[in-house]
């Protein structure tokens, strides 16, 4: 799949001079009628200027089959609208009411060991039953005919983090539907027995009705079935989002449509790259994780959704004031973090940035997560920040619309690669795959260097140097854009890459497969390491998880490093080959992100890649650019002397502007 960067986005159907949006999801049915002219008062002195409405009130809206009820939303709607407060509105088909789940109780998710999953929580629903996509149209056809010409609705939002609970369906309604999407893919049995390898373990199929999910098994499913069950499964939501997208379109055109996808964590899922281009604009939620690159993870996640954007400005529907209630330790945040936070998304091409939620919650699962508007109330050190953090946001009109200034570095991104590659049955169950990318990103922050997060459908070969790092799933077509990248640009990989193919078939011939002659090695056979077990390098790092014993095959591979340690004691371990004015480079083991910082130079040197930013501010300082705007990030909780720029307090961002 390739991605097409040059898609035109619709913004918010609304009027006046670009600007920086700031807001909330706002849940109003959970609290008294009064409550309400005061939330939209103290909005107004929070510089708040979007919410988003209604994404849990479907049981309020249609209380019966036959009932609905727009009286209060009606309200809400114009009260907003008066304050000069635009309105997101949801679909509210996230999860269903009561009456629904009751009369239909075959709309319920099934996991794989046949257990149903009740109500009582969220998104109890199965993304390809019939009943309830017709339900759920049924909702949005009342709300696009009501409200589509409402001056205050500026957005649809589609659902609500579609596939966060109920991605993994394995009900019999899946089932029908997984066949229909095998027969779509393969047309013939043939062609599906031939990509699943099915002579394996006598899995050969003689019927598509034999087909099922890969529900629990007496031992490990059939790897591309799971693999065809992860594409199909995204496939699925995306469906669900396409159905209301297209009936939102067809009753109120002039609204666009979008849906907060989660880039985030190990929220891997859904493939949002595959998503993008069927929204106006792309929408995320992100929630800081803790550990040691947390605030590194937020910037991977907010860089990588601009780059499923397509470079395009884009909307932070969900991020957090302070702490959250889903961690085992719930945090509050530290002073600057909020404004960091929120403007290092801005930094990364967010023209929104909004949080979960606007009032917090007295009753429910969420009570103790935070909100623009605490427990505590408007005479809070919380909402005084809030309301600091709006009127920054609402100085930074002349940055709306710009779009973010390419870096040299590229890191590559590929859903399908991180799905195949922590499978069961491989060399090592302890691979982490996204901990991999973000290891070099943070070793790239380390020295000060800028570097863009993209989707390996999408448009890097124009870039300096190319990291792709794990890069497992190389189908034909990909290998050869890569070797044609290498011609001229730098491209940097790294163990268990290239090593199968579309259907998760090897590439024979030895290892990394369809990246062998690119690269000028040859690799028998791989060398995962026991927990605790280390190789040492001889340009001072230490390798992790994995070894490879590599062969080169090419003289104009170059060995940068070696190993001094382990079973591959003197064979290489970092290795560049020359290719025209370009290069290949192979990194056969887990350096982390301190290794990383140690190994890149030599990769970055080769390439002509410099850092921007001043001696002494490398690695302390991110530099993110917009336009002609200049981000400053702190990385550290120490002041920073900017020099003629001032100060770069703790935890803080200096925005630069000519």
């Known amino acids: 799949m390739t991605i097409d960067d040059t898609t035109p986005r619709r913004w918010l159907r609304r009027a006046g001079a670009p600007r920086i949006e700031y807001g909330a999801d706002y849940n109003p049915e959970q609290w008294p009628r009064e409550v309400w002219a005061e939330d939209v008062r103290a909005m107004q002195a929070a510089g708040v200027t979007i919410v988003s409405l209604a994404i849990f009130s479907w049981a309020r809206i249609q209380p019966r089959p036959e009932v609905y009820d727009f009286g209060w939303l009606d309200e809400v709607i114009e009260l907003l609208h008066a304050g000069g407060i635009a309105v997101d509105l949801a679909t509210a ?37 019939p009943v309830f996509r017709a339900h759920a149209l049924r909702l949005v056809r009342a709300l696009a005919t009501r409200y589509g010409k409402h001056p205050a609705v500026v957005a649809w939002h589609v659902n609500n983090e579609l596939g966060c609970h109920n991605v993994y369906d394995y009900s019999d309604d899946a089932a029908t539907a997984f066949r229909t999407w095998l027969r779509d893919r393969y047309v013939t049995l043939d062609g599906l027995n031939e990509a699943w390898g099915t002579d394996f373990w006598s899995q050969r199929y003689s019927d598509w009705d034999q087909i099922i999910p890969p529900r629990q098994a007496a031992t490990h499913p059939n790897p591309t079935q799971q693999l065809d069950f992860k594409r199909f499964s995204s496939d699925a939501l995306k469906d ?30 859904m493939n949002y790259a595959d998503w993008a281009s069927e929204v106006d604009f792309v929408s995320n939620d992100h929630y800081v994780l803790p550990g040691p690159q947390a605030r590194d993870e937020l910037s991977f996640s907010a860089n990588l959704t601009g780059n499923i954007a397509g470079g395009q400005p884009w909307f932070l529907m969900e991020h957090s004031t302070s702490a959250v209630n889903w961690q085992p330790i719930n945090v509050a945040k530290k002073p600057g973090e909020l404004h960091r936070d929120a403007l290092t998304h801005v930094a990364h091409g967010a023209d929104a940035v909004c949080f979960f939620q606007w009032r917090q919650s007295k009753a429910g699962a969420e ?53 195949v590659a922590e499978h069961d049955s491989h060399p090592t169950d302890r691979l982490r795959y996204r901990q991999e990318a973000l290891d070099w990103y943070t070793a790239l922050l380390n020295l000060g260097i800028r570097a863009d ?40 990989t790294t163990y268990f890459s290239g090593i199968v193919d579309e259907n998760d078939q090897i590439w024979l011939g030895g290892h990394p497969g369809a ?18 077990e280390v190789a040492e390098l001889d340009d001072g790092t230490t390798g992790t998880l994995w070894t490879d014993r590599i062969d080169v095959t090419d003289p104009a591979v170059r060995v940068l490093a070696r190993y001094k340690t382990g079973e591959q004691a003197e064979r290489a371990a970092i290795t560049r080959r020359a290719v025209g004015a370009g290069s290949a480079a192979y990194v056969s083991t887990r350096l982390g992100r301190d290794g990383l910082t140690v190994a890149l130079p030599a990769l970055l ?8 930013l001043a001696p002494e501010l490398r690695g302390r300082v991110e530099l993110a650019r917009r336009g002609e705007h200049r981000f400053l990030i702190n990385r550290t909780a120490e002041p920073i002397d900017l020099g003629a720029d001032g100060t770069l307090e703790p935890r803080g961002v200096v925005i630069l502007h000519p």
């Open 367 to 419: 009570k103790y997560h935070s909100a623009m508007l605490p427990h505590a109330g408007e005479d809070s050190d919380l909402f005084r920040d809030v309301a600091a953090l709006g009127g920054r946001l609402g100085d930074l009109g002349a940055l709306a619309g710009s779009a973010r200034v390419p870096a040299d570095v590229a890191i590559l991104f590929d859903w399908e690669s991180w799905w």
């Open 240 to 269: 669900h989002l396409i159905a209301e997208r297209d009936l939102l379109r067809e009753l109120s055109p002039d609204v666009p449509v979008t849906t907060n996808f989660m880039v985030m964590g190990e929220m891997k899922t």
């Open 453 to 492: 997060v993209v989707p390996v459908g999408g448009a890097w070969d124009t870039y300096r140097m190319v990291i792709a790092p794990v890069l497992h799933v190389v189908p034909g077509a990909l290998a050869e854009r890569l070797t044609a990248y290498a011609g001229h640009g730098h491209l940097v």
């Open 515 to 532: 990246l062998r002659d690119l690269l000028g090695i040859r690799i028998e056979e791989f060398g995962p390491l026991l927990d605790g």
């Open 93 to 129: 088909t996230a999860s269903p009411p009561p009456w629904l789940t009751a009369r239909h109780p075959e709309i319920l998710p099934v996991d794989k060991h046949g257990n149903t999953i009740w109500p009582g929580g969220r998104q109890h629903w199965r993304p390809t039953s």
């Open 605 to 612: 040197d080769g390439a002509g890649v410099t850092s921007e």
